[in-house]
Nanobody, 122 residues
């Protein structure tokens, strides 16, 4: 079955950095665009980064552009998110999922991993 295992979250001070990883299984990782999402309690999940199948194209919302960098390793079936210059508004649980096509924000699969908590506080 489709599985996502997100790791790398933690508590960091404003201005700090974290690198998230998402190990994927149960589907052909190299055949899908992939995205990172985040969710605050009581709010809808929002996409914060997307990467194309080959990794040559990426897109980000304005809220994280220039601070977050998404990458992928198709051989390892792993997705990454480098987050720099973090601020309190980045505090959330972060998840990954595949996308039906690049530039489509909706997730391809209904199952989600447990997510990884990112907390930014002084």
């Amino acid at each position: 079955q489709v599985q996502f295992v997100e790791t790398g979250g933690g508590l960091v001070q404003p201005g700090g950095s974290l690198r998230l990883s998402c190990r994927c299984s149960g589907f052909i990782f190299a055949s899908f665009a992939m995205s990172w999402y985040r969710q605050l309690p009581g709010k809808e999940r929002e996409m914060v980064a997307q990467i194309s199948i080959g990794g040559t194209e990426t897109n980000y919302p304005d809220s994280v552009k220039g601070r977050f960098t998404i990458s992928r390793d198709n051989a390892e079936k792993t997705l990454y998110l480098q987050m720099n210059n973090l601020n309190a508004e980045d505090t959330a649980v972060y998840y990954c999922n595949a996308n039906p096509y690049y530039y489509v924000r909706s997730p391809r699969f209904g199952s989600w991993g447990q997510g990884t908590q990112v907390s930014v506080s002084s």
